[in-house]
């Protein structure tokens, strides 16, 4: 009985298939980390005070749970309308 991978061809110890440099692949995975820590970092944007004059008045008024569902929902259609531009019974 043959074995089907010959000792050679085994994986080494550092669980990479034989020819894969480790360094290379760590190198790379720092490289990926890197890029994706800079994609997700938004500048930082100062508050408009009087957009949050605005606000807290309306939620005065109308009631912080109910301000909440509201602001929540078109959240929500905003980002529908963002992800599907076509969809016509977004935009009735």
């Known amino acids: 009985h043959q ?12 669980g990479y ?3 894969i440099n480790p360094d290379l692949v760590k190198e790379a995975m ?8 800079e994609s ?5 944007v100062p508050e408009d005070l009087e957009l949050r004059k605005r606000l807290d008045a ?3 008024e ?12 078109a959240a929500k259609i905003l980002q529908r309308l963002s992800e599907d531009i076509f969809n016509v019974k977004l935009h009735a």
């Not at 997700?40 to 930082?44: D, Q």
């Not at 301000?67 to 929540?72: I, N, S, T």
């Open 3 to 14: 074995p089907l991978f010959p000792a050679e061809m085994a994986a080494p110890a550092d």
């Open 17 to 19: 298939a034989p020819g």
């Open 30 to 37: 720092e490289a990926v980390a890197a890029v994706a820590a």
């Open 40 to 44: 997700s970092t938004a500048p930082e």
């Open 58 to 60: 309306f939620t005065e």
């Open 62 to 73: 109308h009631g912080k749970d109910s301000v909440r569902q509201e602001l929540g929902n």
